[in-house]
């Protein structure tokens, strides 16, 4: 399997979790390749960060191939270099990553004219590849809604409606660029989004959209289980739009689940860090969805075929764990991490 949306942490964040430790459980889980945000702290937005992390990635002695995608900020000479690291060290690096709003880590791109900017810079760099998106439009943001007493209130300080607002905003302004390479719309979390994607597919554009374990199966009534620690950035939606989204991965219109894995320390996450760990939750996902009947191809399109196909990542055989074997590999993947928002799952 590969797990296309990892945070690893390391670095100045090791309290959170180290690469070692985060390649570790992804192989006890069953992964054969993850692939690491570049919103760490320092960031994957040089060469040479880009070459420590993939060098250090390599000192792990797992059975997990490391990929990462590389950071962009609105500088030109950053993203000439980027990009230039990106062709040079592919399959190491498989892409770009553009934040089009703030998250962990403050790599947010947040004006429209900034995130024209960069378009038009890769389209003049002739640059085809992949761009990963976390779209969440800032202006949209309602930040005096979050009362951290109450982690449901994620959801209206970060309504849908930024989601989508974000994503049209980022087709328009990189078909205007003149952008010809592919965009994945991470964690996705709304269907209003999905229908937009859909829309642009059907115009022939390059694009794809991952969900994300918790989008799929948790809703924003779990957040208020305050021992959870349900807060992520999207936030968890109402159950109409969980069930929607999991109805539409059943259908096939969802092209590839991602974990967004990103631990925090408790103290962390009671002064309200988002994000939580992921591995467990794909392992759930993963029981729910042959407990749907959904054949072992599917499956094996969704935890990694589709990832492959769609970033020309050299081909491997996707093994799944066997469903009887996932009770045992959740609790051990849980058990690493000092809280598991999927305590509380109940099926689908």
């Not at 991952?210 to 289980?225: I, S």
Request: charged residues 25%; hydrophobic residues 40%; proline residues 5%.
């Amino acid at each position: 399997m590969i797990d296309p949306h990892v945070h690893l942490r390391d670095w100045n964040l090791s309290a959170k979790e180290t690469l070692a430790h985060g390649l570790l459980v992804a192989e006890k889980s069953g992964f054969a390749a993850v692939i690491d945000m570049p919103n760490t702290d320092p960031p994957l937005t040089t060469r040479t960060r880009i070459i420590e992390r993939i060098d250090a990635a390599k000192r792990v002695k797992v059975n997990v191939s490391y990929h990462l995608w590389a950071g962009v900020t609105s500088d030109p000479a950053q993203i000439d270099e980027i990009v230039q690291s990106c062709e040079e060290l592919f399959p190491a690096v498989v892409g770009l990553k553009l934040f089009a709003g703030h998250s962990t880590g403050n790599m947010g791109l947040v004006e429209e004219e900034i995130q024209a900017r960069v378009y038009r810079h890769l389209a003049e760099r002739n640059y085809t590849g992949a761009v990963a998106l976390h779209c969440e439009k800032e202006t949209l943001l309602r930040p005096e809604l979050y009362d951290n007493a109450d982690l449901s209130t994620q959801s209206l300080a970060r309504p849908q409606e930024a989601e989508i607002a974000s994503i049209r905003d980022q087709l328009s302004l990189s078909k205007e660029a003149g952008f010809a390479g592919h965009l994945h719309i991470a964690h996705l979390s709304t269907i209003e989004g999905l229908l937009i994607v859909e829309e642009a597919r059907r115009e022939g554009r390059r694009i794809s959209c991952g969900a994300t374990p918790h989008h799929l199966l948790l809703n924003r009534d779990t957040a208020k289980d305050r021992s959870l620690y349900a807060k992520m950035n999207p936030p968890l939606r109402n159950e109409e739009t969980r069930r929607k989204l999991f109805e539409a991965l059943l259908e096939g219109r969802i092209d590839w689940v991602e974990s967004d894995h990103a631990p925090h320390t408790i103290a962390d996450k009671e002064a309200g860090a988002s994000g939580i760990p992921g591995f467990s939750g794909m392992l759930s996902l993963l029981k729910v969805l042959y407990e749907h009947n959904l054949s072992n191809e599917v499956l094996k399109d969704l935890f990694g075929g589709n990832v492959q196909r769609m970033l020309n990542l050299p081909p491997q055989k996707t093994v799944l764990p066997r469903y009887e074997t996932l009770p045992a590999l959740i609790a051990e993947a849980s058990k690493e991490y000092p809280y598991d928002s999927f305590r509380g799952l109940s099926r689908s």
